[in-house]
């Protein structure tokens, strides 16, 4: 079992920045699976959709279109922590932000979203204009 809790959320004119934590209980190795780690978005009436992810087999990132160029997701495994830097912030990047992580033995799962077991609680972004 992963647990996860999310912080670094908060309100935020247009252009600013926030930093997103995500801290992970220590996770057991299992033999030939690491974890997928990802950052998703769900804004207010819309569906959870990925931001972000990365693999911690060697740090395989990626990142859905809309915010290539001003978010960028990191991990420090000896905190067992992933972070999501967010640069020049829009009003659409509004909503609630999610941590998950799902243990897999290659990066191609790393960006379906239905494929992550665990979840944190998430923390509200707010970006006003």
């Known amino acids: 079992q992963v647990q996860l809790v999310e912080s670094g959320g908060g309100s935020v004119q247009a252009g600013g920045s926030l930093r997103l934590s995500c801290a992970a209980s220590?996770?057991?190795?299992?033999?030939?699976?690491?974890?997928?780690m990802g950052w998703f978005h769900q804004a207010p009436g819309k569906e959870r959709e990925g931001v972000a992810t990365?693999?911690?087999?060697?740090?395989?990132?990626t990142y859905v279109d809309s915010v290539k160029g001003r978010f960028t997701i990191s991990q420090d495994n000896a905190k067992n922590s992933m972070y999501l830097q967010m640069n020049s912030l829009k009003v659409e990047d509004t909503g609630v932000y999610y941590c998950?992580?799902?243990?897999?033995?290659?990066?191609?799962?790393?960006?379906?979203?239905?494929?992550?077991?665990?979840w944190g609680q998430g923390t509200e972004v707010t970006v006003s204009s």
């Open positions: 998950a992580a799902v243990y897999s033995p290659n990066a191609r799962s790393c960006v379906i979203t239905r494929n992550y077991d665990y």
């Open positions: 990365i693999y911690t087999r060697g740090g395989y990132t």
């Open positions: 220590a996770y057991p190795a299992r033999q030939d699976s690491w974890l997928c």
